[in-house]
């Protein structure tokens, strides 16, 4: 899905090489993990992929589109209807109870009859049914990135892309989390996960380790031991 994929932000009279040269393939019914230090390019990776950001080199294509032929309101339709975001930033909108913001793809999608039931229900499953009319402020942070996970598969979603899913929850609730990212590949869909956490990252049918913007190894069988040995090999802590 992603064939030399490069991103290169300015910074001043410079420029900064976040991502360069990154193939990979995301089948169906994977889970792959991406790793590695912080400033590695893993979030600007996972915007390029999912067509958030501008690619400065190489194509991806997303079940079956190639994003940049790809006209952008077909593009918005595409990700309404097949894809599941779930950010670093958790993207909520202030103004909107967790209810209405989980409501919110569904609506945009034209799916508005399911709108109510689905939201709710994605609600529960992450554990937050009673907070469902509640603002974001009024709202902790892993409860606000437990919404997040909520919008993303109240859609159904062919492809979750997700940044650090549990990077704010403990370790209960990640396992939860990464449970039901689970079931979106069980039934048939595939996850990319950005994480920190190595026991995390092992729970993927495969983990790539970025440093410096490239992929520098790829795990097949992992195991947290294997993580923490790669990440140690990319630079230390993550
Ligand atoms: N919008 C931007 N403008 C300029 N530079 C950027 C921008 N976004 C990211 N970068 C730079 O690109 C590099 C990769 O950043 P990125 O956010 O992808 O790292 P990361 O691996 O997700 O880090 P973290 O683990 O801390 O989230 C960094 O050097 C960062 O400063
Ligand atoms: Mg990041």
Request: net charge neutral.
């Amino acid at each position: 899905m992603a064939r030399d994929v490069g991103k290169t932000f300015p910074d001043g009279l410079a420029e900064v090489v976040a991502v360069r040269a990154v193939s990979l393939t995301l089948r169906r019914g994977e889970m792959v993990a991406v790793v590695g230090p912080s400033g590695s390019g893993k979030s600007t990776l996972l915007a390029c992929l999912a067509g958030l950001e501008t690619l400065t080199t190489g194509s991806v294509d997303v079940l079956g589109h190639d994003l940049a032929s790809t006209g952008r309101r077909e593009l918005a339709l595409l990700r309404r209807a097949h894809v599941g975001f779930v950010f670093q930033s958790y993207n909520l909108i202030s103004s909107l109870t967790a209810q209405e913001n989980v409501e919110l793809p569904l609506r945009l999608a034209g799916r508005r009859a399911a709108a109510r039931l689905r939201a709710s229900a994605a609600l529960a499953r992450v554990g937050l049914a009673e907070q469902a009319e509640r603002r974001p402020a009024q709202l902790s942070g892993g409860q606000q990135q437990r919404v997040t996970i909520a919008r993303a598969l109240a859609v159904e979603p062919d492809v979750v892309f997700a940044d650090e899913p549990t990077g704010a929850l403990d370790t209960g609730t990640s396992a939860e989390v990464l449970r039901l990212l689970r079931g979106v590949v069980d039934a048939g869909g595939s996850v990319l996960m950005v994480t920190h956490d190595a026991a995390g990252a092992a729970t993927a049918d495969r983990v790539l380790v970025l440093r410096d913007g490239s992929l520098v190894e790829e795990i097949g069988r992992p195991t947290t031991e294997r993580v923490l040995a790669a990440l140690g090999r990319a630079g230390g802590a993550t």
